[in-house]
């Protein structure tokens, strides 16, 4: 059932994105006179790979007038994108033999360069804008809450401490640069070339020197900062072992057996080796320590309730959270280009990120979460939107370069030319899709 959902989220996501970033396309297409041939979600690959087609036998005796349509609606059945046919434009489709036809007026191929150049960003501009939509119903309506890096300590996973971390440090400084978000540290850390870090330990600070080429392994690594918090007990649970062991609100546990536990993650770790056993709690309340007996349950637990670390919670109006998702986007897309930058590097191995649909599956919740959703729709929005703007010629900005190019030279690239980059820029995304596939496919067996 969780896989279920998980791709259920996953085709729906993909399919609003496709739609949207091809719906673009045929806007701008249309607003100046271009025919569109086709607009498909998905690509219909072979003689029967059309799942539904407003051309197609079972539509067109539904809706009669739908033969008369210039453009034909559909569904392919391969779910690796969606195209917007233009007439008179080389593209995936690499229909050839339409180009070798005399031009005619209502073709891509015949209209100025910057009508050309507009319709070619047209795809990239509307995920763009959907992102900002979805960041400002964000911010209107759940706002924005984040713990803060100050103050906060960390506990590192076995890669942080293989790249110089302790448990507890605060983490001050990434060279110059001063983090608010506890959240976003470890990307923080991979993103922005970060030579040291300036933490605080045992009230002293220390500078701790960044391997470079460990990034990759920062990159493919969540969770390498987690939030390190004293266990302090909130309430005790009833049916608790320990309702009658006289635990307090407020009370910290710092020591179990002597074992000095001074965050929830050292206690959790003690306490499992200990089912069913009783322990000898060392407890700070106020001024003093005391010493408690607590019985540990079969599952490793002693029933009690923790404070939790506190959120700094930031709440807009429709007004003001038009301004926060414009800002929010801009970090999101300066953020991605960042790893795109990291990925671009091999030394830093930040390629053996690159993944599929099969990573993208791993990030939806396993249950339905509107707040969930919507950020990660907005994030691959922008995602979709930077890389189609990769100067590669089956891309967008491939398209993009060669009508520049036309609009500084006054010379306009051959058809032959063109075909050529085209057939060159898909054998480059094809290696790229299996680079991401393998990566997948080696994360599901490590």
């Not at 051309?55 to 559909?74: C, I, M, N, S, V």
């Not at 085209?422 to 490590?446: E, K, P, S």
Request: glycine share 10%; charged share 20%.
């Amino acid at each position: 059932m969780v896989v279920l959902m998980k791709v259920l989220q996953v085709i729906l996501a993909l399919s609003i994105l496709i739609v949207i970033h091809e719906f673009g396309h045929f806007t701008f297409a249309k607003l100046f006179g271009i025919r569109v041939e086709k607009f498909f979600l998905f690509f219909d690959i072979g003689e029967n790979g059309k799942l539904l087609s407003t051309k197609g036998r079972f539509f067109t005796r539904l809706f009669p007038k739908a033969k008369d349509w210039e453009t034909e609606y559909g569904i392919g059945w391969l779910p690796l994108g969606g195209y917007c046919k233009i007439s008179g434009m080389i593209d995936e489709s690499m229909d050839t033999e339409a180009m070798k036809k005399d031009p005619q007026p209502w073709e891509f191929r015949t209209k100025p360069a910057w009508q050309r150049l507009l319709v070619m960003v047209g795809g990239v501009l509307y995920n763009f804008i959907f992102a900002i939509i979805c960041y400002i119903g964000i911010m209107a309506i759940w706002g924005s809450s984040y713990i803060r890096n100050e103050g906060s300590r960390i506990y590192p996973d076995q890669l942080g401490v293989e790249m110089g971390f302790k448990a507890g440090d605060q983490i001050l400084r990434m060279d110059d640069y001063v983090p608010e978000n506890f959240g976003m540290l470890q990307a923080d850390l991979a993103r922005r070339n970060v030579g040291k870090v300036v933490v605080l330990r045992d009230g002293d600070t220390v500078d701790v020197y960044i391997d470079h080429s460990k990034i990759g392994e920062v990159l493919n690594s969540p969770g390498m900062f987690d939030l390190a918090v004293p266990f302090v007990i909130d309430s005790v649970m009833a049916g608790s072992p320990n309702v009658d062991a006289g635990l307090l609100r407020g009370d910290r546990i710092v020591a179990l057996d002597s074992i000095q536990t001074p965050f929830i993650q050292d206690m959790k770790a003690y306490l499992a080796t200990v089912p069913g056993d009783s322990v000898q709690a060392s407890i700070l309340r106020g001024a003093d320590t005391l010493a408690v007996p607590v019985l540990v349950d079969s599952e490793g637990r002693i029933g009690v309730y923790t404070q939790v670390p506190t959120y700094t919670t930031k709440t807009y109006s429709l007004i003001e959270a038009i301004p926060a998702g414009l800002e929010l986007t801009a970090e999101t897309i300066g953020g991605y280009l960042r790893d795109l930058k990291l990925v671009a590097s091999p030394r830093t191995e930040a390629y053996k990120s690159v993944g599929s649909f099969i990573a993208i599956g791993q990030v939806f919740p396993s249950t339905w979460d509107w707040f969930r959703f919507l950020h990660i729709l907005a994030l691959l929005s922008i995602m979709l939107g930077v890389m189609n703007l990769l100067p590669i010629p089956a891309l967008d900005g491939g398209h993009i370069v060669f009508c520049l190019y036309e609009m500084l030279t006054g010379r306009k690239p051959s058809d032959k030319f063109l075909e050529v980059a085209q057939i060159i820029g898909m054998v480059l995304l094809m290696m790229l899709m299996v680079l991401a596939f393998g990566n997948d496919i080696r994360r599901l067996f490590h």
